[in-house]
């Protein structure tokens, strides 16, 4: 995640007090409350704020956004709203570039929504208000939260529910976030240092929550001490367990440690395997190679997270560049979201839903391409050949197979060949152009699809007996 400039974290605060496996196999898992694993039997599709909006949403956005996800594409599968970073700041422009930040935490040291941006938390109601509204449209809610204690409770030393400690007691302070200073790490060799963990997540669970972002937890760049912070992790694992309430945990940032993968999959739904990603063909072209690396791991209830679609209308507020349309090329959106249906990454859109043009939505509410990252198994890297990558996947059920072709050359289109014993098919093969929904009919031997530069195409292929 692109911080805001630790300048404008080191805070002077007003601290406002409002009181008290393998391979897949592709079969749903039951869910149990606060059981990682039957809470994400398939990969979590959704939109977050934090492409569009920073650490700067407000409640109507959000709502307008989830209005747009009621009306389009819920009945594709989306259906998580989640609120990004920084939502518990009151943040203010009395003058140009004089911001001023205000944490809000109630008495335990429990950062709680901004009222001056979400209006439904004043009185103590927290975020219950906005996560009723969307569940009354069928819709779920998750937030994002730092790894750690906020600094200013330590300021203040306030004390940790349900413990006679105080915060001061279980902080760790030499543990801390490399990109913001609001928050510092917890010690969890200390009994109240969990007790802090379950409180917090208590309160999520009274609010409704569903889906929980943890930031600076998987990676740490120029970490102050470890870069993987595997005892948080757990902390806030057993917290959700302890709540009763079924919420999914999702951790930031990336590139996990491919050698904490049992760690990750024990204590996590889904995990990001890159750093923040953006729209510009480089950093799309390297999740290629991560995607390869981390296709072994993928399993129901456990996925390796791509990171965000940048589509569409972004930077809208909080970043110092300007607000713009992704840079993507309608051929490149089209490999963005072929690579991470085939590779069956979690899909959370991040631009803004309201401004969406037609060729957008129709990206995102294809549901021959939504299907394949939602329920094809046994996905991986069939080859690369220079500028040529292909992956395929089984149809749970089936005999056919899911194909996609990439074609990463710059400048010429290209046949894209793959014979069908490379498929483990022989002879005649039908096929089906997912992107076009339309049957293309028999082919014999080998296929050789014309791609487009920076493009991708995606079928199935179903043997002729």
Partial sequence: MQPFRKTLLVLTATIIFLGPGFWASGERVAAAPGDVAGLAPTPPMGWNSYDAYCGDVTEQEVKANAAYMVRHMARFGWKYVVVDYYWYFSHTQPGQGQEKWEYNMDEYGRLIPAPNRF??????????????????????????????????????????????????????????????TAMYGVDLSKPAGQAYYDSIVALYAKWGVDYIKADDMSWAGKPARENYHGAEIGALHRAIEKSGRPIVLSLSPGPAPVDKHAHLATNANLWRISGDFWDNWDSLKKQFALCRTWAPYIAPNHWPDADMLPLGRLRIRGYEDPERLTHFTPAEQRTHITLWAIFRSPLMMGGDLPTLDSATLDLLTNPEVLGVDQHCTRNHELFTRGNHVAWIADVPGSPDKYLAVFNLDDHATEEVTVRWNELSLGGKCQVRDLWGKKDLGIVDAAFAPKIEPHGAGLYRVAPQR
């Fill in 119 to 180: 209006p439904s938390a004043a009185g103590g109601q927290g975020f219950k208000p906005l996560a009723d509204y969307l569940h009354s449209n069928g819709l779920k809610f998750g937030i994002h939260i730092m790894r750690g204690i906020p600094r200013a409770a330590v300021e203040k030393n306030l004390p940790i529910l349900g413990t006679s400690a105080h915060a001061k007691d279980i902080v760790d302070a030499g543990n801390e976030c490399n990109w913001s």
